[in-house]
């Protein structure tokens, strides 16, 4: 299969490179973002692509987008990339990777949902008892279900930097009570949602993070990438076993291997062997399945 590490659109101004997306201005409303096959770990981009990866998260996202749109309005626009992108050769690299969507002011918030103590999560658990400054019972163990699932936002960091956990009373700061009130019941309603969704189907959502914007008229939007198997942790339900860490769909198996490296974790990133890849192709090419058929 081709793979697509990096776009290479020559009629529209590149806006800005992410760690997997391409961002091209279209006009004042509108702009072109590729998800491209390139795969992040440590915040280091690996020079290895991972066939399929992009056309998968874009898939993955779009789908999730039509499924909740009675929930929130989202940034997809119907501008067809046949007028953004007139030429065939130029359409026929980024068709599957490529979606149009509107500008908007984009908040300086992620909203992270969870559902299950894993991660950063169940390290402030063992410590504290918490999980960003919210309370959780006694005696929960590795990878627990939640008595219900938490709002624990971050900080949108710069490029090179780490996001940063915050409490709620900081998002109020940032956005204003209303429009952090929103945000947060607003994520809760899709995790839920998704998260049932998803475990009909053998996936669980263990916990995700959502971005958004405000249109012109200050509506609150739901933008970027959306419930992928990069922006959050999946586990297969068949395989999922409280008090171990549960095997999971997306790059933590990637992260895995890493690990076993003699390698600092910064740029550049090694060469992931063609097993490696391959199976990592495979993971998220069994996620969107299971979701969408």
Known sequence: MR?????????????????????????DEHMLIITTDRISAFDVVMPNAIPGKGNILNEVTQFWLKKLRHIIPNQHSELSLEIVLPDASERDEVEQHAMVVKKLKALPVEAIV??????????????TGTVCGIKLPAGLQLADRLPEPIYTPSTKASV??????????QTE?????????????????????????ALERGIIIADTKFEFGLDKNGKLTLIDEVLTPDSSRFWPADQYRPGSSPVSFDKQFVR???ESLDWNKTAPGPDLPESIVTKTAEKYKQAKNLLME
């Open 160 to 169: 090179g930097a780490h996001d940063e956990n915050i409490d709620y009373t």
């Open 114 to 127: 969870r559902g299950y103590l894993i991660g950063s999560g169940w390290k402030d658990y063992q410590s």
């Open 173 to 197: 700061e940032l956005l204003g009570s209303d429009i952090a009130a929103q945000v947060r019941d607003t994520s809760l309603q899709l995790y839920s949602e998704a998260a049932d969704y």
């Open 3 to 27: 793979s697509l590490h990096t776009s290479h659109i020559k009629s529209l101004p590149l806006l800005h490179k992410g760690k997997v997306r391409d961002i091209y201005d279209i006009d």
């Open 256 to 258: 895995d291997y890493l």
